[in-house]
């Protein structure tokens, strides 16, 4: 059997990062955001005797090493007793260490077909908890939520209103975070706020009640130029640990002439155009 899934992106909108539990983990206070911004993944399943998955893409490091598409399905695996034969083509869109939790989509949505394709022998709450020990984004996905107030790990999830934003997304060239550094280096920080605005306020005032804790870190946003251009959106933020950054724009003509004089003045960006979507 050969199933095709979209797997969305996200972005956090707002994002508090806590202090290091003893387990390592960092409490979080967020909005979670889907976005129409995808990957496609072709998956065939086929019966067989013992687990075979392979996977192949269109990006450079799928499949040097342990992807968590194969993860989602090991697990899935080990947690019914079911074997099969996986394979798996992807066709990324969604930029690699952005932060817009694109290997946890992928994950997602390998773990819930192939619990759909062997009549959901794993309910939505175990879905959940395997979810989970892939990574902190992936639950979100895997919830089906289009948007949701998200604590704990992530894995707490509230909905929210989802809404309808023409949305540009802002990269430099060849820059990618490791979302472990990343929270590393927020550990250094002397005081901590976990403040965040209650859900949705207005377009305006998104930049003084949704902040991120990575805005700091991300070296695109240091360029005074480059700075310059992101604070005349309506709204601009890293995109979850980065390195990518998020705007968002009330009409999508005001989108196309932002990004019209962005690339005008500044080089060595890309832009991805998009919007928040509500679709699951």
Not at 91 to 103: D, L, S, T, Y
Not at 245 to 255: A, H
């Given at each position: 059997?050969?199933?095709?899934?979209?797997?969305?992106?996200?972005?956090?909108?707002?994002?508090?990062?806590?202090?290091?539990?003893?387990?390592?983990?960092?409490?979080?206070?967020?909005?979670?955001?889907?976005?129409?911004?995808?990957?496609?993944?072709?998956?065939?399943?086929?019966?067989?005797?013992?687990?075979?998955?392979?996977?192949?893409?269109?990006?450079?490091?799928?499949?040097?090493?342990?992807?968590?598409?194969?993860?989602?399905?090991?697990?899935?695996?080990?947690?019914?007793?079911?074997?099969?034969?996986?394979?798996?083509?992807?066709?990324?869109?969604?930029?690699?260490?952005?932060?817009?939790?694109?290997?946890?989509?992928?994950a997602s949505s390998v773990l819930v077909a192939l619990n759909d394709h062997f009549g959901?022998?794993?309910?939505?709450?175990?879905?959940?908890?395997?979810?989970?020990?892939?990574?902190?984004?992936?639950?979100?996905?895997?919830?089906?939520?289009?948007?949701?107030?998200?604590?704990?790990?992530?894995?707490?999830?509230?909905?929210?209103?989802?809404?309808?934003?023409?949305?540009?997304?802002?990269?430099?060239?060849?820059?990618?975070?490791?979302?472990?550094?990343?929270?590393?280096?927020?550990?250094?920080?002397?005081?901590?706020?976990?403040?965040?605005?209650?859900?949705?306020?207005?377009?305006?005032?998104?930049?003084?009640?949704?902040?991120?804790?990575?805005?700091?870190?991300?070296?695109?946003?240091?360029?005074?130029?480059?700075?310059?251009?992101?604070?005349?959106?309506?709204?601009?933020?890293?995109?979850?640990?980065?390195?990518?950054?998020?705007?968002?724009?009330?009409?999508?003509?005001?989108?196309?002439?932002?990004?019209?004089?962005?690339?005008?003045?500044?080089?060595?960006?890309?832009?991805?155009?998009?919007?928040?979507?509500?679709?699951?």
């Open positions: 059997m050969i199933y095709t899934l979209e797997a969305q992106a996200k972005v956090n909108i707002g994002l508090r990062v806590l202090g290091r539990r003893a387990d390592g983990f960092h409490p979080l206070k967020t909005y979670f955001h889907r976005v129409s911004i995808a990957d496609t993944i072709t998956m065939e399943i086929l019966p067989s005797s013992t687990l075979y998955i392979y996977i192949e893409g269109n990006e450079s490091y799928i499949g040097s090493g342990v992807d968590l598409m194969e993860r989602a399905a090991r697990l899935f695996s080990s947690e019914t007793g079911l074997v099969f034969s996986l394979s798996i083509h992807i066709e990324k869109r969604i930029p690699f260490q952005a932060g817009m939790g694109g290997g946890s989509s992928d959901r022998p794993l309910s939505k709450e175990k879905l959940m908890e395997l979810s989970l020990l892939i990574g902190s984004d992936v639950p979100f996905f895997t919830s089906g939520l289009p948007a949701a107030y998200a604590e704990g790990r992530g894995e707490i999830l509230t909905p929210v209103e989802p809404l309808s934003y023409p949305i540009l997304i802002v990269q430099k060239e060849g820059e990618k975070i490791s979302t472990k550094e990343a929270f590393s280096k927020l550990d250094e920080r002397i005081c901590i706020d976990d403040s965040i605005g209650p859900w949705p306020l207005a377009l305006e005032d998104w930049k003084e009640n949704y902040i991120n804790d990575f805005d700091a870190l991300q070296s695109v946003r240091k360029d005074p130029k480059v700075l310059e251009y992101l604070e005349k959106a309506p709204f601009n933020s890293t995109t979850g640990s980065g390195s990518a950054q998020l705007l968002v724009f009330k009409e999508t003509n005001e989108r196309k002439e932002w990004f019209s004089a962005f690339t005008g003045a500044i080089s060595g960006l890309k832009g991805i155009f998009g919007v928040l979507c509500c679709n699951s």
